[in-house]
């Protein structure tokens, strides 16, 4: 007797829990901490093959050719992997800054723009600890953001006193370049991924 009151009591509580399950599946709106750790882990995994693969041809490039020649490195092999990034994985792959230098991919959206203001107030306020990231789900899109702070091979092209020759292609290539001027540790911009989540 007390054991069939227990089970029925366990049904009720079985589709108790599946209709709010079926009620959060529907709205897709409630993600579980767990959900957004795996999205977390996927942006990161991708940060780094985009970080990892752009940093080596960039020194290759300086390395061999010199820093004129990186920066036509630059300008086709950074959006080449962002875009071979997207279209391998499904997420938009993006580099952001607040003083862009390529303004058609890297001027950011009103999400981007506050967390590389948060960036900024954290690397000044408390210089350079650990790596400065956010990971947020924003009208039913997880965004994770990871800064790029300022390292010493930067400075060439993102410094101050930039070789003449080197200004003179960055100024040719991108006549609205903003992204001089900083100094070391300061962040450049932040590498900006997205996934849609409906
Ligand atoms: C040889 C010159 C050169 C060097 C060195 C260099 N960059 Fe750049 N950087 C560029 C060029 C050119 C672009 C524009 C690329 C494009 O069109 O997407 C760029 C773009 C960027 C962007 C994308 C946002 C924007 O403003 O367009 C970030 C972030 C960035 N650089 C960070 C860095 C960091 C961090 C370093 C050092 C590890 C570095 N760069 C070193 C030339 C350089």
Redesign the pocket.
Known sequence: MNRSIFIRHTSIITLFSLGLLGVQGCSAKLYSPDDKLALETEAQTITQRFGGTL?PK?KA??QSGG?VH??DI??VE??AIAKALSAETGWEVK???L????ID??TPDEHERSTLAWFAEQQSTQGEAAVLKSSQIVNNTYRYMQA????G??L???GTNINPA?QSI?NT??PSDM?TGYQLGQI???FSLAKSLE
Not at 99 to 102: H, I, L, S, W
């Open positions: 940093k960039l490039a300086i820093l990186a920066v630059c300008a950074a959006p580099r952001v800054s003083q862009p230098r390529n991919t890297a790029q702070p300022v390292e091979v930067c060439n092209c993102h080197v960055i290539t991108y992204a450049r911009g932040a």
